[in-house]
């Protein structure tokens, strides 16, 4: 055996003979912050990530409007449309 592994098995040992009651042990104040950290910064994320392909939509939808209108300007079917905009 490796010193390490027979250092990682008497740890493994010790910790396995001391376990405290799980009644008592909580994660506390600090714990409740992290948790709240963590969730809150997970939320603003999909947010921030909901806008951002929303915009690359619209953007590509703005780009295919363009393209759409010059093809046909270069038909020279300006007059031709629907009439309506698109949205």
Known sequence: MTPLFSAATS???????????PDTVTPGVVGF????????VTVLLVIDM?????RVNYREQV??????ELAAQSRGD????????KR
């Open 33 to 40: 912050i992290v948790t709240f950290l963590v969730a809150t």
């Open 78 to 85: 300006k007059g031709k449309g629907t009439g309506a905009p």
């Open 11 to 21: 740890v493994w040992l010790l910790a396995d003979e001391t376990t405290p009651d």
């Open 50 to 54: 909901v806008r951002r392909v929303r």
């Open 63 to 68: 780009r295919a409007e363009l393209e759409e």
